[in-house]
């Protein structure tokens, strides 16, 4: 089955600073690329997603670029405010059946 | 519009003792449907998915079960709880055509 490895497990950036999280999948078939932000407590809630025919996708402060070639998908996040602080999870499916997630990271904004 | 209903929001329960764990997703017909498991500071593990009320496949074998008594009911079980089996327990929903994954608000288990 589909493999994603994510890293880094954890990472600290000081608040106006880029952050970025970079993920790897096994499955060369894996159509679909989303990111979740899952705050102390809460649910995962999707920030992002982008499919394999598209190569970035950006929506204000937040990106996702993606290389099919190299099977990595990274999400960026630029200007960094305290409530970024957060873990965030990437995942690859193919089609719109069950998602494979990463191990996730917890992103530190510092003020 | 969709929305996913997850209950109950937190859960203490005993060793040995059953479970049942319910979610329903409403505004949609024919959901996927999906249990996801998460221990303290970790990440998502899929317990079982289902893509029709008689197609639920499991992920991980262990002492939990799944049912799907109607198109938009997703129950999570067990017969007699493990202190394993302390968790965040996380119901999603994606629709059938399109892309896109929602997750309930989530029940936090605690076995004592």
């Known amino acids: 089955g589909e493999n994603v490895e994510q890293h880094p497990s954890t990472l600290s950036v000081q608040e106006g600073d880029s952050a970025v999280i970079k993920c790897t999948y096994s499955d060369s078939a894996s159509n679909y690329f989303p990111w979740y932000k899952q705050e102390l407590g809460k649910r995962p809630q999707l920030i992002i997603d982008i499919r394999s025919n598209v190569g970035e996708k950006k929506d204000q402060r937040i990106a996702v670029t993606l290389n099919k070639t190299a099977k990595h998908f990274s999400l960026h996040i630029t200007e960094t405010q305290p409530e970024d602080s957060a873990v965030y999870f990437c995942a690859t499916s193919f089609g719109n059946e069950k998602l494979t997630f990463g191990t996730g990271t917890r992103l530190t904004i510092i003020p | 519009s969709q929305t996913i209903h997850q209950w109950p929001a937190t859960l203490v329960q005993p060793v040995g003792s059953p479970l049942s764990l319910e979610c329903t997703v409403e505004?949609?017909?024919?959901?996927?449907l999906y249990w996801y498991r998460q221990a303290a500071g970790r990440g998502l593990q899929l317990l079982f998915y289902?893509?029709?009320?008689?197609?639920i496949s499991s992920e991980v074998p262990q002492n939990l079960s799944a049912s799907r008594p109607q198109d938009r009911q997703f129950i999570l079980s067990s017969k007699k709880l493990l202190l394993s089996d302390s968790g965040f327990y996380l119901c999603a929903w994606s629709p059938r055509t399109e892309y896109g994954y929602t997750f309930g608000s989530g029940t936090r288990l605690t076995v004592v």
């Open positions: 289902s893509i029709g009320i008689d197609q």
């Open positions: 505004g949609t017909s024919n959901p996927n």
